[in-house]
């Protein structure tokens, strides 16, 4: 993994963390709905991290390989 792409992963770490506290915040005042997009949004940042590890682990082995 470059330094690009660890940095693009800490940057979603961080939204990832924020929507969490947002949705806790919205959950506590009684706003499901937007807690609830808040929610797939913080999954969606979920997944996205998971690409960005799983493609980036796949260079190094490809790199490891040649």
């Known amino acids: ?3 690009t792409e660890i940095k693009r992963i800490e940057v ?3 939204v990832q963390q924020m929507l ?3 949705r806790s915040m919205a959950y506590a005042t009684d706003y499901p709905m ?3 997009f808040i ?3 913080y999954i969606e940042s979920e997944d996205t991290i998971r ?3 799983e493609a980036g682990s796949d260079g190094q082995k490809r790199d ?3």
């Open 64 to 66: 490891g390989a040649a």
């Open 20 to 22: 969490g506290e947002l």
């Open 39 to 41: 929610e797939m949004a």
């Open 34 to 36: 937007l807690a609830y």
């Open 1 to 3: 993994m470059n330094n």
């Open 12 to 14: 979603l770490s961080y």
């Open 51 to 53: 690409a960005e590890r």
